[in-house]
């Protein structure tokens, strides 16, 4: 059952039929989003230790799995100036012309998330509407560097969305970093609340291959689709 209420969510979003649509006008979402890759723009290079820390009080739960697992830059929480993984690592992404270029479509692109807002908030209406325990989760948007991160959950209650990976099929970047020409469509911003919604019900519904036969695991992947 919950997994026909979260697919007829889909139907309606995807479609954007207002055949058989429950109202969900009156259902009150507060979203709260943050701007983690202008954070990173903004952050003095000559001070990235004192920068950190500040972003880390941000955030506290977030910084460490961005810098480290999702960027790979191993600073383990030593934000200091003199740790070389900072040196090497976290400077050179935010000096580097190409990677400055990245940030500056970012900001071209979106110079405000207000319409991606307004649609996921809408989702989430839908969500609390079907589910009406829901947790509406934070939003941070950041810059993944093209390292494919589109929108993922962390924790309980986060959703990261690289930018980065919506910037339209026609950037030309995605080519060198191997996005195949059919994945187009979904590097668009209007993509963004389909990937947000998708990676919910990959979470809530985790795709496991055990003692499954190849349809069951067609249409399961269909499904998510």
């Known amino acids: 059952m919950c ?95 190409d990677y400055r270029g990245l940030f500056d479509t970012v900001e071209k692109h979106f110079p405000n998330t207000q319409g991606i807002e307004k649609e996921l908030t809408n989702g989430f209406q839908f969500m609390k509407y079907y589910y009406p325990a829901y947790q509406v989760p934070n939003i941070i948007y950041l810059v993944s560097g093209l390292n494919n991160w589109g929108a993922f959950t962390f924790g309980p209650n986060t959703i990261g969305i690289g930018l980065d990976m919506f910037l339209g099929g026609n950037y030309p970047y995605y080519r060198s970093v191997g996005m195949p020409d059919y994945m187009n469509s979904h590097l668009q911003q209007a993509y963004i609340p389909v990937a947000v919604f998708s990676t919910i019900y990959q979470d809530m519904h985790p795709f496991v291959p055990d003692n499954k036969t190849l349809l069951d695991l067609m249409i399961q992947r269909g499904k998510q689709k």
Request: charged share 20%.
């Open 3 to 97: 997994k026909l209420m979260i697919l007829s969510l889909f139907f309606i979003y995807g479609c954007n039929s207002s055949e058989h649509v429950p109202d969900v006008s009156n259902i009150k979402v507060s979203l709260r989003t943050q701007r983690l890759d202008r954070y990173l723009a903004a952050l003095d290079t000559n001070k990235l230790g004192e920068g950190l820390q500040q972003l880390h009080n941000q955030f506290p739960d977030f910084l460490d799995f961005y810098l480290d697992t999702l960027m790979g830059f191993k600073i383990n929480g030593n934000y200091t100036d003199t740790n070389p993984a900072v040196e090497k690592g976290l400077r050179i992404f935010l000096t580097n012309k």
